[in-house]
């Protein structure tokens, strides 16, 4: 099954870039699911997004909001150290979600 995913990234203190955690949205109808890839990933990420993103019209998007929040997320986080990808496709398989 194939899944909409956006990642979060960062650029560490040696200048090599990791992903830190996965927004993975399964199903249209359901919000979008945090993963951490790295050590405390998927706290950091959910501390990053615990009060919404700045959306469209001043108004704050949140998981729920499933692929509006996914493609938001991108212009939420644009920073040099700390990054979220475009929305991109995975195999369900490769999130991870499937060891949660």
Not at 16 to 31: G, K, N, Q, S
Not at 44 to 72: C, S, T
Not at 82 to 93: K, Y
Request: glycine residues 6%; without cysteine.
């Amino acid at each position: 099954m194939r899944v909409r995913v956006v990642e979060l990234k960062r650029r560490t203190s040696s200048a090599e870039i990791e992903t830190i955690a996965r927004f993975v949205l399964t199903h249209e109808d359901e919000p979008v699911r945090i993963m951490g890839t790295q050590p405390n990933g998927k706290a950091v990420a959910q501390h990053l997004v615990e009060n919404g993103i700045p959306g469209p019209n001043d108004r704050m998007l949140e998981l729920a909001d499933g692929l509006k929040f996914l493609i938001y997320l991108h212009e939420a986080f644009r920073g040099s150290r700390l990054w979220a990808t475009q929305v991109t496709e995975m195999d369900m398989d490769d999130t991870d979600l499937v060891r949660e």
